[in-house]
């Protein structure tokens, strides 16, 4: 689980997110991103990066905002 959730951490910073953090337990998985998540457009770009990083399905996956 720690290389998944290094490449999605890698893979969702190179696509400008400046921070992010990512933790999968089991069939979940729980991404931490500096940036505005209520822009539908930047949710999904996270949400399909965990999804096909994680293994796990897109209704697994938990995506906070850490945006000030």
Excluded at 27 to 38: A, I, L, P, Q
Excluded at 40 to 52: F, G, K
């Amino acid at each position: 689980n720690i290389l998944k959730e290094t490449n999605i951490e890698s893979l969702i910073e190179a696509k400008g997110f400046t921070e992010c953090v990512a933790y999968i337990n089991g069939e979940s998985c729980t991404v931490v991103v500096n940036g505005d998540m209520e822009d539908e457009r930047n949710a999904l770009i996270v949400r399909d990066i965990a999804v096909s990083e994680s293994g796990v399905s897109a209704e697994n996956v938990k995506i906070i905002s850490a945006a000030k």
